[in-house]
């Protein structure tokens, strides 16, 4: 089986750990320049993750694979797995059809869904035409009669038009002369490669897509695409981009991407400062971290499993769970663990103690989207009585019993605020 190759250039930066919004782990001067900088509450998140990879060491590692460097971008090669086939052309115009597959958490190759493809003319820039990969990771793309015969280098990106792993893009073979039918065959990413991990990025963003899919929940409030930097300086979400340092902590990243989602979905409060997951502190940040988590819970973890965990999340509390906080830490809503656990019993269906509620998400999104809930949500209290407010009547009796379960007693204050 021939192998050609395809390219894949990323975005390189300087390295220090750092977990949140908009916050890293650094100097008390270098967090105030920051904070200066974007403008917004810095939050110094540092105890969410573990001791990372320098970015200067994954940018060597990563330089190491690359067979071409331009401008920081960097080219590595992709493999290919399956020959295109010669089929006969069906309509007018000229069709070219791949697919592209990538390695998953297991290791396993799985369809490189939600992409960007694209076709340029050699020398150039500008796109020809671009169409998004389906969920078995195909593509078509059609061209004018008039291209038979010319010349098409294929790219393809790992987002689209709502979110992007910047910089990072993935040249294809280039088809000299075009027939009127070009299947170019299935490529992947190199399972090998360090290159590769950024799959595992976009992976977790597939399954927030998923989840939204399968919930049936409008997209209307999306309107902005989000921006994925790895390797980062720190875990962190900050002015439309998500930071990461590590593509293969899945639970860190989900709590990232969550905060995304957050900013771009609810009119929230979010607070600010440090903070560490089993203490208290202010309302409105540990309803921010909170919601983070449980929605990384949601995309990746079985809402049946009975105990529910992340697995890279705070080493120090190795491992944390969603079911069954920990007597010793804090109680109440100012706790973003405990936050975290209240909405997962009001989503799970795994029966436990007194959490008897088992709410779809998109009941709970119901209740917090600000496309349909005017005003500013407060805190975990706030956004509890939102929620039950749209609750199905069956499952409204059940919901305090969820809540303090993990800690929360939401009593009249909750339920009449």
Request: charged share 20%; hydrophobic share 40%; glycine share 10%.
């Amino acid at each position: 089986m021939t192998k050609r190759a395809w390219v894949l250039p990323v975005l390189m930066m300087s390295v220090l750990t750092g977990c949140g919004v908009g916050g890293r782990a650094t100097s008390a001067a270098g967090m105030g320049e920051r904070a200066a900088a974007v403008r917004q509450p810095l939050v110094n998140d540092e105890d969410l993750a573990g001791p990372v990879t320098p970015v200067r060491l994954q940018a060597d590692e990563l330089g190491r694979e690359a067979v071409a460097s331009s401008r920081g971008v960097l080219t590595f090669r992709a493999q290919q797995v399956k020959e295109g086939r010669v089929s006969a052309p069906t309509g007018s115009g000229v069709r070219i059809t791949g697919l592209m597959s990538y390695p998953d958490f297991a290791g396993r190759s799985i369809p490189l869904a939600r992409a960007t493809v694209w076709a340029e003319a050699p020398g150039s820039a500008k796109r020809l035409i671009e169409v998004e990969t389906d969920r078995d990771g195909r593509w078509v793309i059609t061209l004018p009669d008039q291209w038979q015969g010319r010349a098409v280098n294929l790219y393809v990106e790992l987002g689209n038009r709502r979110w992007g792993i910047l910089n990072y893009r993935w040249a294809g073979p280039v088809l000299s002369a075009l027939a009127a039918a070009n299947d170019v065959g299935e490529w992947r990413l190199d399972p090998a490669s360090q290159n590769a991990r950024a799959g595992l990025i976009h992976q977790i963003w597939n399954r927030a897509m998923d989840t939204f899919e399968r919930e049936n929940i409008a997209l209307d409030w999306w309107t902005n695409r989000i921006g994925t930097k790895w390797p980062a300086d720190g875990n962190y979400y900050t002015m439309g981009t998500v930071s990461l340092t590590d593509p293969t902590w899945w639970d860190v990243n989900g709590h990232e991407i969550g905060h995304a989602i957050f900013f771009a979905a609810f009119n929230s409060s979010s607070g600010g400062g440090q903070h560490k997951i089993d203490e208290c502190y202010g309302a409105d940040l540990a309803w921010s971290e909170g919601f983070a988590s449980f929605f990384s819970g949601v995309i990746s973890i079985d809402r049946q499993d009975p105990d529910a965990r992340f697995e890279f999340m705070v080493p120090r509390r190795k491992p944390v769970r969603l079911e069954n906080v920990p007597d010793d830490v804090c109680k109440g809503h100012t706790n973003e663990w405990r936050v975290s656990s209240a909405f997962w019993d009001l989503y799970d269906t795994n029966v436990d103690g007194s959490d008897r509620a088992s709410l779809s998400f998109a009941s709970i999104w119901d209740g917090l989207v600000k496309t349909r809930n005017p005003g500013r949500i407060r805190d975990a209290l706030d956004a509890y009585q939102r929620v039950a407010a749209k609750a199905p009547q069956d499952q409204r009796a059940a919901m305090p019993g969820a809540f303090a379960q993990s800690g929360i007693t939401v009593g009249l204050l909750a339920q009449t605020r």
